[in-house]
């Protein structure tokens, strides 16, 4: 990170998370739409510096029944959900300042909604 190699990085859940800028400018300069997972900083911060990405931010419908899933899934420890859960607050308010807001409570309309939305932006810039 000292050596300018990100974009943008961010701690999330006491791991470092990052987008490399040759990684980004790549896909830019390939003229695909590119779809990429970023924490919400990250995202806002690359929003800042390219005034072209579109944001999209998926959420639960029920935070709680997100919680409960995450913990039947049985993959993260209770001080990583109980991390996860403070950021949560946090990502809900930051994610007004995305673009579009996705409510995933049923996948197959979550998925449509966001092919919807990548072909909104298709068209426009065609």
């Known amino acids: ?72 899934r049985a993959t993260e420890n209770k001080q990583a959900i109980e991390t996860r859960i403070k950021r949560f607050d946090v990502e809900l308010e930051l994610s007004k300042r995305y673009d579009h807001i996705i409510i995933n409570d049923d996948l197959q309309k979550a998925q449509k909604r966001l092919v919807e939305i990548i072909k909104s932006y298709k068209k426009s810039s065609a």
Do not use: C, W
Not at 16 to 34: N, P
Not at 45 to 55: F, G, H, S
């Open 1 to 72: 990170m000292k050596n300018g190699e990100f974009l943008e990085h961010q701690e999330v859940h006491g791991d470092l998370y990052g987008t490399e800028k040759s990684e980004f400018h790549s896909l830019v300069h390939s003229g695909k739409i590119g779809i990429m997972e970023l924490d919400v900083h990250g995202a806002l911060a690359l929003k800042e510096k390219y005034d072209n990405i579109v944001l999209v931010f998926i959420r639960p419908s029920d935070p709680y029944e997100a919680i409960e899933r995450l913990k039947k």
